[in-house]
């Protein structure tokens, strides 16, 4: 593993991720259902992949276990009792009207990260990304895939137990994919649980330990990788992968 | 006439003046002083009214935005009422002084920092929120991060305040009472030289003022516009 120093939490490898569990969750918006009511956990090694068609409830459903969201019936539980440090990447990735730098120091300042070690630690995360060269670069105008490993340092230096990553590669050229997705297994060799959104069939193929499936805003089925890939339980699951449409 | 004018307009500046700069530097000094002392009370106030819901919300953004055309002699009256020897700050001996006319035009430009920064932090806010909650900021916490990443807008409405100060005749001229050497500033003195008659000085008075707020807001737009390419 790598030798990266972990800021927040030193023992945060050697425990097992936090395991996520759903309780009859369902969101209403307007009384329109959009999403559940589901059950499911989160107990494996992962990476987690949720997939599913456009509309199926899969930002939802990170954001309602980000807790970005309070489910309107049911509710998110998490192994151990409380809320596990977290950390989300958006598709479009939100950064600060700053350097690369400065925003790394605004996350480890807003987590109570001492003084002195911000800037090392800063630094250490975006030589880690391959961001050295961007570190006083204004962030909003490095390119797409530099933005999005921004944002991944940026989770990274607040060492999380778990890691939400809502389809952070739809946007990107292959070369940027790439990174991103590296950068991705460095979080699921260093301990984080990784649930990520993707309607990729290939990147979850390369990335997925377990598949959640979504459709009209319903689990269709939680299996592993090889099972989702190649033998579906599910009929929708079994159009999605053979690439027709699922209403 | 008027071409005469103009020519003696021009050597008293040229000719540095000396009672013609010392009114340029009070008059710089008052609004620098006011935007300053609004813009620590206002831009906190409008991150306030953009971050917190609160009853009487929608009541105080109307207020705000209502204020912004508060009508000059309006705002000096009340702050006469308030600093004349019978009012209730009667004590201070405030009146007719440059402290009094600092305090006039923070009652003008307050409202305009306040109402103007209220809606950019609320744009940066819609932008910046989910980020936000996903790293477990507090409200309180977010604010010196939205007044700080909204810095080029405020620069911005900065601007907006020094015109509304520096141009402002009507309560500078109540509470202050144009006092030569103590509380005249450029537009009190056109105003008073144009009654006499003495049209070069209120002329010359008139073009400072104007090559003043040209330069400030020349600066301010290229500050600015090199920050937001470089920053993006």
Redesign the interface.
């Known amino acids: 593993m790598t030798s990266f120093n972990v800021p927040l939490l030193a023992s945060a490898a050697l425990l097992p991720p936090p395991t996520l569990r759903f309780d009859g969750v369902a969101f209403n918006q307007q009384g329109k259902a959009l999403l559940g009511p589901c059950s499911f956990t989160l107990d494996g090694t992962g990476p987690t992949l949720v997939m599913g068609p456009n509309g199926a409830g899969k930002s939802l459903l990170l954001r309602l276990a980000h807790g970005l969201l309070s489910p309107t019936q049911g509710q998110v539980a998490w192994s151990r009792g409380g809320r596990p440090r977290q950390a989300m990447v958006f598709q479009q990735p939100v950064l600060l009207r700053r350097s690369a730098l400065a925003n790394l120091v605004h996350a480890l300042a807003v987590n109570n990260v001492p003084r002195k070690t911000r800037t090392q630690i800063a630094c250490e995360a975006l030589e880690h990304f391959g961001l050295t060269s961007c570190t006083n670069t204004p962030a909003r105008v490095l390119s797409g895939g530099e933005q999005q490993r921004l944002a991944l340092a940026r989770a990274w230096v607040l060492s999380p137990q778990v890691l939400f990553l809502d389809e952070p590669t739809s946007a990107l050229d292959p070369a940027a994919i790439k990174g991103v997705e590296a950068a991705v297994r460095k979080f699921h060799q260093r301990g984080t649980r990784i649930v990520m959104t993707t309607h990729d069939l290939h990147q979850a193929r390369r990335l997925a330990g377990d598949v959640l499936f979504l459709s009209g805003g319903k689990v269709c089925e939680h299996t592993p990788a090889d099972v989702f890939f190649n033998r579906p339980v599910s009929r929708e699951a079994q159009a999605f992968i053979a690439g027709e449409l699922v209403g | 006439m008027e071409n005469n004018a103009f020519c003696v307009a021009l050597s008293l500046l040229l000719n540095l003046d000396a009672s013609l700069f010392q009114i340029v530097a009070l008059s710089l000094q008052v609004s620098l002083m006011a935007v300053l002392i609004a813009a620590v009370l206002g831009f906190p106030l409008g991150a306030a009214v953009a971050l917190w819901r609160f009853p009487g919300r929608g009541v105080m953004i109307v207020v705000l935005n209502a204020l912004m055309g508060l009508p000059p002699v309006v705002a000096g009256l009340a702050v006469y009422l308030l600093l004349s020897r019978a009012g209730p700050l009667g004590e201070w001996g405030f009146l007719f002084t440059p402290g009094a006319m600092v305090i006039a035009q923070v009652v003008l430009v307050l409202p305009i920092l306040a109402a103007l920064s209220r809606q950019k932090v609320e744009e940066l806010l819609g ?2 929120r ?2 936000f ?5 507090s409200r309180s ?1 977010m604010m010196p ?1 939205l007044l ?2 909204a ?2 807008a405020l620069l911005t409405v900065l601007l907006a305040g020094f015109g509304r100060a520096s141009a402002e005749v009507g309560a500078v001229m109540m509470v202050g009472g144009n006092i030569d050497g103590v509380t005249r500033v450029m537009t009190t003195a056109i105003v008073l030289e144009t009654g006499k008659g003495n049209l070069p000085l209120a002329l010359g008075l008139g073009i400072v003022l104007l090559t003043l707020v040209m330069l400030i807001n020349a600066g301010a737009y290229l500050v600015g516009e090199l920050t937001r390419r ?3």
């Open positions: 932008e910046y989910e980020q909650m996903s790293l477990g900021m916490r991060t700080w990443d810095r080029f470089r920053i993006g």
